[in-house]
Nanobody, 115 residues
Framework: QVQLVESGGGLVQAGGSLRLSCAAS????????MGWFRQAPGKQRELVAR???????EYVDSVKGRFTISRDNARNTVYLQMNSLEPEDTAVYYC?????????WGQGTQVTVSS
């Protein structure tokens, strides 16, 4: 059974940093496009950042310059380094893995940024 397990969420003050991790199992990780999505209360889930199998990255405009996505294929893990956090970043963050039309989701990790 494929698993994506997120960790690293928590409560932080505005301006602070967190690093999220997502460990994948039972997939050929290096083939997958890995992404981080988030969903705030009352809002739709949105893509935050994505990294391709070749390491190319993309970000939603609101996090550019503050968040960095990276991957370690040897550890089957994708990371999201979040700096200069803002209250608007408060959401449940989900890890996503996608390859040839198949995709998997983690269960999510809560990030709360206090003002």
């Amino acid at each position: 059974q494929v698993q994506l397990v997120e960790s690293g969420g928590g409560l932080v003050q505005a301006g602070g940093s967190l690093r999220l991790s997502c460990a994948a199992s039972r997939i050929i990780f290096e083939h997958y496009v890995m992404g981080w999505f988030r969903q705030a209360p009352g809002k739709q889930r949105e893509l935050v950042a994505r990294i391709g199998s070749g390491g190319n990255t993309e970000y939603v405009d609101s996090v550019k310059g503050r968040f960095t996505i990276s991957r370690d294929n040897a550890r089957n893990t994708v990371y999201l380094q979040m700096n200069s956090l803002e209250p608007e970043d408060t959401a449940v963050y989900y890890c996503n893995g996608r390859y040839t039309g198949v995709e998997y989701w983690g269960q999510g990790t809560q990030v709360t940024v206090s003002s």
